[in-house]
């Protein structure tokens, strides 16, 4: 049996705690909207306009960090200056040693390209290829396929569409299968399955099993369900030589093309988005000097401090009876809104501060310098659990020295130096590589990856296939 003082407690400890990760989660953007209704619905909660320091409470002068939270510990150590200020404060930004005040409406935005649709990147693979006139039946066909980049419409309804017959459906479609991601626009993932071995049996030396396309074909069912002494029996060999067929097709073909143009397979969650306009995070340099430490400056979407209106706690002593126990909630939740709020800033600049000591390589010098680092590991080193750390970075953005805006996750995703390296080789090369080529490249390099890995790294950074790089510079 727990002790009263624990019971009476648990109620607010269970409160703060679960509000504390709510607003973690939130963007800038969530928080100022969040901020916005409690002040507007709370009358114990108050926006002070004068500026503190969102760690020590010390009040500030304009835009200047707080003289004491944001001193340097140990200089030589490179270790972040690491603050929060207001989204409405100017920004300092440093070019040539002089500063300039900029506005959060004159923030550049994120100078990433934004990655291409499927449609649009099946189109320029097969544009020289494609007749005008099958232009349109190309456009109908790709924008009709489902997030798996297969065709759920049958290419006869394509063609009443159009007027014309199917076999002509069928010949664009079969560009389209041809083209990468392999397989795609299949009717199903059998199909798909059956174009990529197709494909893989003519530009590859891979020793492929017996009866592969048998299997594929009959035993389906029998090979997603891992069915292997049926499917031996079916196919006349034995369970090892079944075991086999199924390792081959997960190691080298995918049912669901357009995944590897996305990079993952799909969970269902919400699309990210390439392009940000203001970020949450701002990494600049101290004294526009590349060789000090970084200042990390947290952006809080209000400017001022929030604190329990004084006059309103005044009046509550005297609260009428009817309204004391409306008034007294108002006055926990302001209290507690207003601890979250310094709870959430404490984690982020912890956070941060780790993060970006680990990955100044990567924040000064691009993607190739990006070093391993999980969630779980970050989370282990602040000694919180791993979903905070995922709270804390979902959906915030960094703009880095160098103007360019990016997803805080992109700090956690290991394939960046592989696909940075990919990048590089195709940029460099004097003929077309073929996947296998730059497989052998990266090795060499230190990467040991799969070529079904090196073509899902290629498509997710918009490289074409080394058949359309090569009639591209030939054309």
């Known amino acids: 049996m727990y002790p009263i003082h624990l019971l009476e407690t648990r109620p607010q400890t269970t409160a703060h705690l679960a509000q504390t990760m709510s607003l973690l989660n939130m963007t800038s953007a969530e928080l100022k909207q969040k901020i916005e209704a409690e002040l507007a619905n709370n009358p114990a909660l108050e926006l002070q306009e004068a500026r503190g320091c969102r760690t020590c409470g010390r009040l500030l002068v304009d835009s200047i960090p707080c003289p004491i939270c944001s001193q340097l510990h140990d200089p030589k150590a490179l270790e972040p200056i690491v603050f929060t200020s207001s989204r409405s404060d100017y920004y300092q930004s440093h070019s040539g040693g002089t500063t300039y005040n900029i506005s959060p409406d004159e923030l550049p935005e994120d100078n990433v390209a934004p990655e291409l649709d499927l449609p649009s990147f099946v189109l320029r693979q097969i544009a020289t290829e494609l007749a005008e006139e099958d232009r349109p039946i190309a456009a109908h066909i790709l924008t009709s396929l489902d997030e798996d980049g297969l ?8 063609g009443r569409y159009h007027h014309i017959p199917s076999d002509r459906v069928h010949k664009v479609i079969k560009l389209i299968q041809h083209s990468e991601p392999f397989g795609v626009g299949s009717s199903s993932p059998q199909e798909a399955l059956l174009v990529q071995l197709e494909i893989l049996s003519k530009s590859q030396s891979l020793g492929m099993p017996g009866h592969i396309e048998r299997a594929i074909r009959e ?19 034995t369970t090892q030589e079944a075991e086999e067929i199924s390792s081959f097709i997960s190691t080298n073909l995918n049912p669901y093309p357009a995944r590897s143009h996305w990079g993952s397979i ?30 990390i400056e947290i952006l809080f979407p209000v400017r001022g401090s929030l604190r329990v209106n004084p006059l309103f706690r005044k009046e509550f002593k005297n609260a009428p009876s009817e309204k004391i126990e409306k008034w007294r909630q108002d006055l926990e939740k302001a209290n507690l809104l207003i601890k979250c709020l310094r709870q959430r800033g404490n984690t982020m600049r912890q956070l941060l ?45 960094a703009r880095l020295p160098n103007g360019r805006i990016i997803p805080l996750s992109k700090f ?11 990048r590089e080789i195709v940029d460099n090369e004097k003929e077309a590589l073929t996947d296998s080529q730059i497989m052998g490249m990266l090795g060499k390099s230190g990467y040991e990856v799969a070529r079904r ?16 790089r090569q009639n591209m510079a030939r054309a």
């Open 151 to 158: 065709l759920r419409i049958s290419p006869l309804e394509i």
């Open 219 to 237: 035993g389906m069912d029998l090979l997603s369900r891992h069915h292997y002494t049926k499917l031996g029996r079916l196919l006349d060999i």
């Open 266 to 295: 799909r969970q269902g969650g919400e699309p990210i988005p390439h392009v940000y306009h203001h970020p949450d995070i701002l990494i600049s340099h101290l004294n526009g000097s590349s060789d000090g430490p970084l200042v």
């Open 353 to 397: 501060s780790i993060l970006t000591q680990h990955q100044r390589d990567f924040i000064l010098h691009g993607d190739k310098r990006l070093k391993p680092i999980t969630r779980a590991s970050l989370a282990q080193i602040l000694e919180v659990h791993e979903s905070t750390v995922s709270r804390a970075v979902s959906g915030k953005t």
């Open 412 to 422: 956690f995703d290991r394939s960046l130096p592989i696909r940075a390296l990919i």
């Open 453 to 468: 890995t090196v073509a899902k790294y290629r498509s997710m950074e918009g490289i074409l296939s080394a058949r359309t």
